[in-house]
């Protein structure tokens, strides 16, 4: 979660944004039909065509989900109606329709301490201290005994658990500071100095068994099953600080954090693994949920082997952008889901507002992003509501921000009512009902040639859908190549789903499919969700990698081609189709259409096969049934370019050093998204 705003760039497109949807809900219908209508093959500038590839196929999709702090802090003592309205736009079919959510498991400060947080943020800790106790006394919890925890603690978050626990598929714990007396500071809002450990290193078994504790007292209360538990967030990062008033009074900081960097991190995995182990819960650990992909990257390479194992799930933030597709590769080497676990942000500088586009087509933009690089399995918000009052000019932004897609007064009392406490959605609310209502757990996604749309084949297989976002000022022609697919039957139609400044999640007449294409005009500045029917299977040269056929494999940064030497080094060269060594045979060594199948790269010119030996690249003679050092699964964002991941280190396929000279070396390196880790696939030779 963000300590000050991060806002993304807004889509330079939609200045001239119009009004969106109504913006102030009360108990009723949510906001519904009402978007032009698009004309079927009406002609249109800027038109792009979009081909989904389901010869590309993700894992089956979990879902979409929020953390519950603070939102759930805040209003879990709402009067009925009002909790009921945020239930309804949340988790109803109606609403955004969420299906995950993650509990956060509150640290707390000590009893002596006023509360400085910002609204919401101060989840009440599970632990109960001995009366007269204050911030200087650290000594006394002890986990084995009873009357140090309070099984009553942080009621109003656990309202929600109880009234959303039929909604839920998957529910995960997570932690963003252990409570005070564990602590270096003494201050769940971090340490004095942001950027050095907060877990104090005589407490990590203590911070352990205090996370595995609660989990289980949360089962055991509200009859739920705790699926993963993420003891981190953003822990190596400098956000989290506390300072000190002249009264010595806590006034820095406005929610809780720590900072723990990828050594302390190794510690806590071990020891919680340790916890959960002895434990009666059936939770596995999450990691570690840093704020954007790099970090994660660089905080994984620090594990060991050991450590990276006792992971069962991957975590990553998007608050920043860079090394999507390097997470990504590192979760099919690890061979464990990768989810998406929290993003939030404005996405329109002009301040508060519920109608404009703009924060809409960013959020929609965003999340196209992270589904097409990252391929999560799960997608999450940070939190969907936000408080009205610090999203106000004058709150955290200084001409007010639009954090959130609904938007509440954090200070409503128990005699307010909708009216005096009113409900305001934005259009990030409306756009992300294009994605959250369409693309549905055990959907698969699948790769698209269009950065702009994400596209899934249904649960089932006899469907698909493609989302794309229109963030131009004007109308877009878009045709949907559906060549790829196996079967498109006679009757086969697209039904768009509109989003745009006159209404949401306007569904309009099928267009029927002719010779494999649908033709549709969306407006400006829209989302359009094309339900497509009547399409299946894949067809056979649909897959990058054809059986008999030899590629050359150019890399992205140096425009040289891979090539295979008598001396058994692969280098890059001047590109030269004609060139015997630098064709390369990728055989398939697996079944189905899933992106974690595993190749076999070999020298066309029979010199070898692609391995990793003792940690180096090298060609070796090819073997009947190549072992996991000589098995490459295959990364694409579907553009054509790959990434290549060796099977048994999690390293891919690298230009050393980034070089881009004639000859230059190419060996394995871990994931980093660079340019020299990126491949241009065309056919050679046949």
Known sequence: ?????????????????????????????????????????????????????????????EGWGTSLVWFANATGDYPDEIREELARLLFSDEGL????????????????????????????????????????????WSADDPDDWNPDADATQRWWVERIKDEIDHWEAFSNSPPWFMTVSGYVSGGFDPGTDQLRPDAVADFAAYLTGVVERLEEAHGIEVDTLDPFNEPNTDYWGTQLGPDGEPVGGRQEGAHMGPELQQRVIRALAGELRASETGAVISAMDETNPATFAANW????????????????????????????????????????SE??????????????????????????????????????????????????PGGEFPEGGNWGSIQIPFDCTAGDTLETCPIRTNTKFDTARNFTHYIQPGDRLIATDEPSSTAAVTADGRGATVV??????????????????????PGATVTPV??????????????????????????????????????AGVAPDAAAFQPGQEYQLTGVQSGRALAADDDGTVVIRDADPADPSQSWRVRKLTRGH?????????????????????????????????????????????????????????????????????????????????????????????
Do not use: C
């Open 1 to 61: 979660m963000p300590l000050k705003p991060r806002s993304a760039p807004r889509l330079a497109a939609a200045a001239a944004a119009a009004l969106a949807t109504t913006g102030l809900l009360a108990a009723g219908p949510l906001p519904g039909a009402g978007a032009a209508e698009p004309a079927a093959g009406a002609g249109a500038a800027n038109g792009v065509t979009v081909t989904p590839d389901p010869s590309y196929q993700g894992q089956p999709f």
């Open 97 to 140: 329709a969420l299906n995950i959510a993650r509990y956060n498991i509150g640290g707390g400060n000590a009893p002596d301490v006023a509360d400085y947080l910002r609204a919401g943020g101060a989840v009440e800790g599970w632990w109960r201290a001995p009366e007269g106790t204050t911030r200087e006394d650290t000594d006394w």
């Open 301 to 340: 390479e620090s594990y060991p082997a050991e450590v990276r194992d006792l992971v069962g799930q991957l975590n990553v933030h998007t608050y920043g952008t860079s090394g999507r597709t390097a997470v990504r590769d590192i979760a099919k080497a690890q061979g464990a889901p990768l989810w998406m």
């Open 343 to 392: 993003v939030g942000g404005d996405w329109d500088p002009d301040g508060q507002d519920f109608t404009d586009m703009a924060s809409g087509l960013g959020l929609a933009q965003h999340i196209t992003d992270d589904l097409r690089e990252l391929e999560p399995t799960a997608w999450v918000f940070w939190q969907p509501v936000e408080d009205y009052n610090n999203m106000a």
């Open 468 to 489: 794309h976002v229109n963030g131009t000022d004007e109308a877009r022609e878009v045709t949907l190549d559906l060549s790829k697919f196996g079967r498109v039957a």
């Open 498 to 535: 509109v989003t745009d400044a006159s209404g949401a999640l306007a569904e309009q007449a099928p267009v029927p499919v002719t010779g494999g294409s649908a033709t549709v005009t969306v407006p400006a500045e829209s989302v359009t969700t094309f339900l497509i029917d009547g399409v």
């Open 594 to 686: 899933d992106n974690q199948q595993r190749y076999e790269l070999s020298s066309g010119a029979g010199l070898g096969q692609l391995a990793v030996r003792d940690g180096e690249l090298v060609l070796q003679p090819r073997q009947g049934r190549p072992d996991a050092a000589a098995q490459w699964i295959s990364s694409t964002t579907g553009d054509g370019t790959f990434t290549f991941v060796n099977a048994a280190t999690g390293h891919v396929l690298d230009v050393t050093g980034q070089a881009t000279h004639d000859g230059a070396p190419v060996s394995v390196w871990p994931p980093s998204s660079g340019a020299n880790q990126l491949w241009a696939v065309t056919p050679s030779r046949a």
